[in-house]
Structures are given as C-alpha cells and as structure tokens.
C-alpha cells in the first residue's frame, strides 16, 4: 500500500536532511585527516575460568579452543571455511 | 510538491534524544537512513578516489554501483565494505581497492540490484552474497537480477566454481556456505568467521578473530536475546537495529573484550563465551557504540573546544570528552539493563548486584565531566542527558 502523502514527504524531508549532515561530516572526517582512529575496545572482568587459550598459541586446533569454551560437549561447526593467513602489522587505538 | 528540508531539520533534530536509551522515541527510518546515506557518501569518494584502478580491474563494476550511487536500494548501508572503504581513503591503501569495490556490487546486488559485472583481485579473498559465504577467489564474474545471480569465482589456483544462487524471500539459497545468522526478535545478526573480514589495517583484531564458528556459540547468542526479550524488551529495538553483523574473538583467560569500529556501521565483535547473560550485556553495550556511531554521522557531540583529559575508570586512562560519553553512554545502558534484569527477577541477581557494585562508581566519575560541559553539543546533551534522569528513575 503506497504511503499517504504526508508521510512520504516527511520521510523525504527527513532524508534530505539527513544526507546533508553526513555529507559535511564525511567532508569534515575525509579533509581535516583525523578520526583514523575510531574505536572503542572494552575489557571486562570475567570471574569465570572458562578458557587457558592465549593469541600465542597458533597451533592450538580449532576443536580444542571451542572445547575450552564449552568444556562438555563434542565441537559440531557451523561453517569450516578455509584459513586465511593475515601479518600483524599494527596496533590500533582503543577506548570504550 | 517540493520538498523542504528545513521540515526535515527539525524532525531530525527532535529525533537525536532516541540514540540516548530505549526509553526515549526513536524514529525507525531514521537508523537504516543513516547506515544509507553514509554508505553512499563513503562509497563516492572512496570511488572517485580510486578510480582508475577499479576501472582496470574492473571495468563494469561501475555500471552496478552507479544507480546505487543515483539512489536505488536504499536499505544498502550495513555492510563492512562501507567501513573497509573509509579505512582505504584514509591510509592510502591501493592493494585492496577493487575488492572493496566488488564487496559493495555483491552487497547491493544481494539486495536486489541487477548487473553484470566481474573483477581480479591481487590476493584471494571471500565475498559475501546475501548470508552466502563465496569461496576464496582472485576473480569473480557475476550476473544478477533481483531472484537469481549466477556467480563464477576462480581461486589462486585457478579453481573455477560456478553457482547460481536463487533469492527466497529476505534469503539467498545456493551451494556455499551459509554464514550463521542469529534471528531470534527479528535480529538479523551475522555471524563471520575471520575469513568473511577485510578489515585492512585492523591486523591485530582480525588475527584474534576466530576462523569457525561453533553452533553452541549461536545457542549463547540465542539465549543472551532471549534474556533481553523475556527481562528488558525495551532493549529488543535497542539492539534489533543497531546490530547486523559481529565476530567472534579467541576466549581469553578471566577477560570478556567486546568493540566497535566507529566506521563500521552495524558491526561489532565479541569474545567467545559460555555464559548468555554476559553476552546479553555485551550486546546491549556495543548496540550503544553502534548507536551513538550512527548518531555522530550527523554531527560531534562536541565542539573541540575542551582540550582537557578525563579519567575513565573502565579502561583505567584519561580520555577525551568524546571518549569520556561514549563510555558513558554505553555504561549507563549497561546498568539500567542489570537493573531492570533484576527488578524483573532474572536468576542471576547476585551478578546484577555486583555489576551495581562496579558499575554505578564508574558513571559517577564519568558524569563528572559531562555536568555543565559548554564544549557538548546538542547532540552531545540530548545523548547523555536522559540517561542522567533514567538512571535516578529506575534506581
């Protein structure tokens, strides 16, 4: 069912408006060369012992870290899509 | 009749106190608007600034994006490409330009737009079709209308895999893999595996990303939206649209990490869990980030003009005003949600207390700040200034 008039123009105005801020912020962001680094990493406390896995340990098979996650029952997998290899290179800001 | 933008300003403006908390309206067009609107700015320049490169690799690639540029799909916008894409013009990146660009023909095309196109790539990646996962290829030629697309990709090895994949509805169906999707309330959360990911210069974040996904992981998830659904479904919304695609992080010991990439609209990512109340308050706290993400596509919360630092107890560092509200902003939802948890007789009242316990010292130092801040904006005070009188409410 097509919209009623004054909603459709609301909605229209709406985006007009909305398209206008976003390009002056996209503008702003992409000529003043900051907000590169955009994000917000949060650490939380857990009070459960629930995994030993640690970043350094590459060779640990996927069925064990899932293992460690939910210590009962057999591994089953969603998806087994191939392993893509990628180079740490460097480290970004975080917030939160 | 002629449209009037001025209307428009003033009902988007009215609008900025919904991004604040779920108590608060939130105009529903407003959010897949902005993911919208974004995409697009970013997808133009990000074309116009790699521009002939895409056209060697790729030189029908323009033909799918342009009417998306010109206004067609216009719920195309929660979508990594868009973020891969931001990251590309600002560091320069040349060696994965035209796979940014193929992401967003297959994401516009998975929506329904139609088009023929292909492109090479100088290293293997995966794109995404709908929830369809592509095998790993170095090229990709596609042929789409709305229902159906045939897609062939060739590996490193020159592999060819040809697909014809068919639109069932809001689904694609076809022989590849099926990337997990949480759908419980109407999400349509997306589950990647580290494989689905650019992310160009996020190495270390995708290196702790893992590459499978285990299906009592998508229980949890289940069961963290089944506890927002049964104990504070004002948050259902909450999290509904601000949260389309997440991964997954290696479990560290005695650590929960959770983030967001500012850039990366609807994105988030998590660390794996046994438990779904602390992944239910995860979710509830990066759908914060995504909100307030999605709010500062429209304007600053500040002016600039408080060059001051500020103590933020989560992360134990002084922070900017900007970082000292979104920790504010998220923590604050995160406590009314443990509250409203307990007031609604979750079992777990125990932990609700103890989050109580760490939670509401950290919001009185970050409230600090903010009280009387002149450097906040209106959108800064219509995000913080509900959640200061939500807070004193539902005590």
């Known amino acids: 069912m097509p919209e009623p008039k004054d909603v459709s123009k609301t909605h229209q105005n709406l985006q007009l408006a909305v398209k206008s801020k976003i390009l002056e912020r996209i503008h702003s962001n992409l000529t003043s060369g900051g907000a590169l680094v955009a994000s917000t990493q949060y650490v939380k406390s857990d009070g459960t012992n629930y995994g030993m896995y640690t970043k350094s340990d590459p060779n640990s098979s996927l069925g064990d870290i899932w293992e460690r996650v939910f210590p009962v029952a057999p591994a089953t997998h969603a998806a087994t899509p191939q392993l893509q290899v990628t180079q740490p290179r460097k480290t970004t800001g975080s917030g939160g | 009749m002629s449209s009037d933008p001025g209307t428009g300003h003033e009902v988007l403006e009215s609008s900025f106190r919904g991004f604040s908390c779920p108590f608060e309206p939130f105009v529903e067009a407003l959010a897949p608007m902005v993911a919208a609107e974004y995409g697009r700015g970013i997808a133009r320049a990000f074309l116009d600034r790699h521009r002939g490169r895409i056209e060697r690799d790729a030189p029908r690639l323009r033909s799918v994006l342009d009417p998306w540029l010109e206004g067609a799909v216009p719920e195309a916008g929660w979508d990594l490409c868009f973020g891969d894409a931001y990251r590309s013009i600002h560091i320069g990146e040349t060696g994965y330009d035209t796979c940014i660009a193929a992401s967003m023909a297959t994401h516009v095309g998975a929506l329904g737009l139609p088009g023929a196109w292909e492109a090479r790539f100088q290293t293997p990646v995966r794109l995404r079709w709908g929830r369809l996962l592509l095998p790993a290829c170095t090229s990709i030629a596609v042929e789409s209308d709305s229902a159906t697309a045939a897609i062939t990709t060739f590996g490193d090895d020159r592999t060819r895999t040809q697909l014809i994949v068919t639109r069932d509805g809001d689904e694609w169906c076809g022989d590849a ?182 939670l509401r010292p950290w919001l009185e130092q970050l409230q600090a700040p903010l009280e009387g801040n002149p450097a906040l904006t209106d959108i800064g005070r219509a995000l913080w200034l509900p959640l200061r009188s939500q807070l004193q409410t539902i005590a």
């Not at chain 2, 259902?236 to 949260?243: C, E, K, S, T």
């Not at chain 2, 600039?304 to 900007?322: A, C, E, F, L």
């Not at chain 2, 504010?328 to 207390?353: P, Q, T, W």
Request: glycine content about 4%; aromatic content about 8%; hydrophobic content about 40%.
């Open chain 2, 177 to 358: 893999d099926r990337i997990p999707t949480v759908t419980r309330c109407g999400l349509r959360l997306s589950v990647l595996s580290r494989d689905a990911l650019l992310l160009r210069d996020f190495d270390d974040l995708v290196a702790k990303a893992l590459p499978t996904i285990d299906l009592r992981m998508m229980g949890i998830f289940d069961a963290a939206v089944e506890i927002i659904e049964r104990y504070t479904p004002m948050y259902i919304p909450w999290v509904r649209r601000a949260l389309h695609n997440v991964f997954i992080l290696y479990p560290r010991t005695d650590t929960i990490e959770s983030g967001s990439v500012e850039h990366y609209l609807g994105l988030i990512h998590l660390s794996a869990h046994a438990q779904p109340l602390p992944i239910a308050e995860l979710l509830v706290h990066e759908a914060a980030h995504q909100h307030m993400n999605l709010l500062t596509k429209l304007g600053p919360v500040d002016d600039g003009s408080d060059h001051n630092t500020y103590y933020s107890p989560p992360v134990d560092k002084q922070r900017r005003i900007s970082l000292i509200m979104a920790a504010y902003h998220a923590f604050s939802n995160v406590l009314l949600f443990y509250r409203l948890c307990r007031r609604n007789g979750i079992a777990e009242r125990r932990e609700c207390d103890r989050q109580e316990g760490i």
